[in-house]
């Protein structure tokens, strides 16, 4: 009896395995070979991750800071540091050097000047909407991005008093509700709007939030021309990247019920006339809100896991270059999108003093 069931087990097995070999080898059923989400992300990690610190100082902190806060591990702890010492030097010289009214119409003039000399659409609707409105390069552009930045880290500049002194001697919302500067400038008025409430100063966040949506109503979508369009996503994007104070803070959806019913109602179109970064945007937005599981999560997934250049080991830009510099905010997106680890409220003072431990000069803890 013993010998009988040992020979049938046997000869079920034979029978299965003919089964699964018959399936496996079927046309119709064979498994697909795309690598797992997780896999890409690595991919793109490595490839980043080899020549990080050949980057310059701003790059690296954006990807640095970035990675650091998905998975905080120590070893982006000195492109933090390299993020740092940029802000500080930044606001040692705003401090010290582009502080009167004199110094600051001095600056912008200069600053304007570079816009003038830009040839690609984007470039010329800035210097229209600016050149009469110079001191918004120094005020939003340069100032509050470090101030707020180093303000998340916990740290604020020794001379923060002379700082805030200056950003009130503006109207923050000449700039944040004019219909022209949004066309220009959407994404980064977002940003704006939202670190001067970060740091406790005019909060003109709902006045730019309604223009905004006035300025881009969604029934005008397809008189739009592809850079507008992209405007228009990159300021949603940023409206929420904005309130997580960059991948810090989860995002409530009902607070921005309006941003993701435009999303969910238009994401083939997002996808067809978007590049990589507007998409890896979308989809990290609904993460940020935990909705990792919503179809436009998937449909973003795969729409960046489709435009990598396995050999490069990246996603190249729209005409197909793979150039690290250039290629760093994609691809850091692309990560986040591909392995989101969710928002961490990192680094801090308070939190990593290791990280802190060499503060560069100027800046002081809060």
Do not use: C
């Amino acid at each position: 009896m013993k010998s009988l069931n040992v020979g049938l087990v046997f000869f079920l097995s034979l029978l299965v395995w003919g089964v699964y070999a018959e399936t496996a080898s079927s046309p119709m059923q064979k498994p697909e070979t795309l690598s797992s989400y997780q896999q890409d992300a690595d991919l793109i990690r490595n490839t980043y991750e080899a020549r990080l610190y050949s980057l310059p100082a701003f790059k690296m902190g954006h990807y640095g800071l970035r990675m650091y806060r998905q998975t905080q591990d120590e070893k982006y702890a000195a492109a933090i540091w390299s993020d740092m010492a940029r802000v500080a030097s930044r606001l040692n010289k705003f401090a010290t050097e582009v502080h009167t009214p004199e110094q600051i119409k001095a600056y912008s003039e200069t600053r304007i000047q570079n816009y003038s000399k830009k040839a690609d659409v984007r470039g010329k609707l800035r210097y229209a909407a600016t050149r009469t409105q110079p001191e918004y390069l120094y005020l939003g552009v340069d100032l509050l991005g470090s101030m707020a930045r180093a303000n998340e880290y916990g740290l604020k500049h020794q001379n923060d008093k002379t700082l805030r002194e200056v950003i009130r001697r503006y109207d923050f919302a000449k700039y944040a509700t004019d219909p022209d500067m949004i066309r220009a400038w959407a994404a980064q008025l977002a940003n704006q709007v939202y670190w001067l409430r970060q740091l406790g100063e005019q909060d003109v966040v709902d006045k730019f939030i309604e223009v905004f949506r006035a300025t881009y109503p969604d029934s005008k979508d397809a008189e739009l021309t592809e850079q507008q369009f992209m405007n228009k996503i990159y300021g949603l994007t940023h409206i929420i990247f904005a309130a997580s104070e960059y991948y810090q803070h989860p995002i409530n959806e009902r607070d921005f019920q309006w941003v993701f019913d435009y999303y969910r109602q238009n994401i083939d179109t997002i996808l067809a006339r978007s590049k990589e970064d507007v998409v890896a945007e979308v989809g990290i937005n609904f993460l940020l809100a935990g909705l990792e599981s919503d179809p436009v999560v998937e449909k973003a997934r795969k729409a960046i896991q489709g435009s990598i250049d396995r050999e490069a080991g990246m996603v190249p830009s729209v005409k197909g270059e793979t150039e690290l510099l250039d290629g760093e905010h994609r691809n850091v997106l692309a990560i986040m999108l591909l392995d989101w680890r969710g928002p961490h409220e990192v680094p801090t003072v308070a939190k990593q003093p290791a990280i802190f431990s060499s503060v560069p000069y100027g800046l002081i803890a809060q």
